[in-house]
């Protein structure tokens, strides 16, 4: 059953029943950064002197440390995109070579002999080069009347988006004494190509004035304590069922030994 107009509230949520929402009021146009080609980058990339490759990177090894001791892990990984080359390919209008050149920076923690706690700060430079990618040319050219020159406003952009963590931290001395912390970085990085266009959408108008915030009162523990449930005391067992409940769990089951093949 479809909700009328007088029914339905909008508001941003999930759409759980197909069909129920009412007709749009309005078609509105948007202007928005339109993704027109992207491409998944996966690396683990390790310490090792030298040019840096695919998988190893100079830059993952640390300041001489003093007297570290335990390896804690990292956090507040950063992103920042220096330069991109973008070379035409020869007969594929539009798709280009992409050359990006960028720096991923985080924390290393880690406790010294006197249990201190030690942070490292690490920026890594990095270039990945993109084969192929659909990144054609804007045509129209943006100006505006209120922010005159502001590179804000370009109609391209490359955009780049991280989801990085420290695979391994290991301490090595060199032949002078010094300790080092070595890290094993493991990040994928979305390279995409954007555009900034007009879209035309179905729209409910403007979204509605929201609730007010909710002013959290201060509770009382034992009040809390007493409320909630009691624990399962027990964990969830993850065992098979006795008996298959159709003819494929049957020979799931039965071929399913357990053994390397």
Do not use: W
């Amino acid at each position: 059953m479809i909700s009328s107009h007088n029914d339905f509230v909008p508001r941003p949520g999930i759409i759980n029943k197909e069909g129920c929402l009412p007709d749009p009021l309005e078609l509105v146009c948007i202007e928005v950064p339109k993704v027109f080609d992207q491409c998944l980058i996966k690396r683990c990339v390790r310490f090792c002197e030298g040019p840096d490759t695919k998988t190893t990177d100079e830059e993952l090894r640390s300041h001489p440390l003093d007297n570290p001791k335990v390896f804690l892990g990292c956090h507040d990984f950063n992103i920042r995109l220096l330069a991109f080359d973008k070379l035409p390919i020869r007969g594929h209008s539009g798709h280009h070579k992409i050359i990006v050149h960028f720096i991923i920076s985080f924390y290393a923690d880690f406790l010294d002999n006197d249990g201190k706690e030690c942070s490292v700060f690490y920026e890594v430079n990095r270039s990945e080069t993109i084969s192929k990618l659909y990144c054609p040319d804007s045509i129209a050219k943006i100006a505006s009347s209120t922010i005159p020159y502001s590179k804000n406003l370009e109609s391209e952009i490359l955009k780049l988006e991280l989801v990085a963590e420290c695979l391994d931290g290991v301490f090595k001395r060199d032949c002078d004494g010094c300790d080092f912390l070595d890290i094993t970085l493991g990040f994928h990085l979305i390279v995409k190509c954007e555009l900034l266009v007009q879209l035309l959408i179905p729209a409910y108008g403007y979204c509605p004035i929201p609730n007010p915030c909710k002013e959290s009162k201060p509770k009382n523990p034992c009040e809390e304590f007493n409320c909630s449930p009691a624990p399962k005391f027990y964990p969830d067992q993850k065992l098979r069922p006795l008996f298959p409940t159709d003819e494929d769990d049957f020979y799931d089951d039965f071929f399913d030994c357990g053994c390397e093949h």
